[in-house]
Structure formats: C-alpha cells, structure tokens
C-alpha cells in the first residue's frame, strides 16, 4: 500500500503518524488496548489489516499490549539497530506501519513477546451471535 506522507498525515492522528510512520514508540502504560482483554481481533490502525486475535494476547507487564503470536502473514520483521541496541522491529505486512518489536521472552507456545504499540492498532470486538441474515 503506496501512499505519501501528506496521504498518510490526513487519515493518521499525529500519534498514529508519528509510530506507524516515522517508527516511533508511545510511552508505556498509556495505551487503552493495554488492558483490553475481550474477545475480538486487533487491527492495523493504517490500512485495517487483520494482525492479532485476543485468544493470542497476554499482559507482559510492560505497559504495551503483548501477543505470542500474530495472524498468518500479516506482519513482517527486519532487524533495527537504533538506541546503540539490536532489536526486531514488527511492521504491518500490507502498510508497512511500524507496530513495534518481538523479543524472544513470551510465554508458550511460541516463546515469543509481540510488544506493540497500542496506538498502531484498533481493536474490532467480536460480534455476539450470528451475523443477521440479509433481507430480500
């Protein structure tokens, strides 16, 4: 998803610009989606992709909503060396929106901690019941 910095700027807030684009990070512990644990599925603030059910989150203490593990293909990782450090940064596979980091200290099954950043995602609550049927 091609878009440019003035496309982005007009459908991003400026905390959402400034993690999704410009790869920063919110401040721990003041992200809403931290402590939300109701069933649903947490989406790419930019472009809506589908990247993280709430049967895979988990409070890692750390004051950023946490996963072990995220949809099938809808992430992708390169190594960031920023802050004298190496890390794996965690973007979204369709935008390319910075979403945060994985370190490999997360609980089972997959040993691993998606640490992202909650203003990077919106979280869709799973819908009770059947969807209605269409009427004709």
Known sequence: MNRTPEEWKKI???????VLRDHGTERAFTSPLD???????????GCGTPL??????????TGWPSFFKPIDGAIGTKSDRSFFMVRTEVHCANCGGHLGHVFEDGPAPTGLRYCMNGVAMKFIPKAD???PADKK
Not at 12 to 18: A, F, G, I, R
């Open 52 to 61: 993280f059910v709430s049967e895979a989150k988990f409070d890692s203490g």
């Open 35 to 45: 402590k939300t644990y109701a069933p649903g599925q947490y989406t790419c603030a």
């Open 12 to 18: 991003l807030t400026k905390e959402q610009y400034y």
């Open 129 to 131: 019941g059947p969807a």
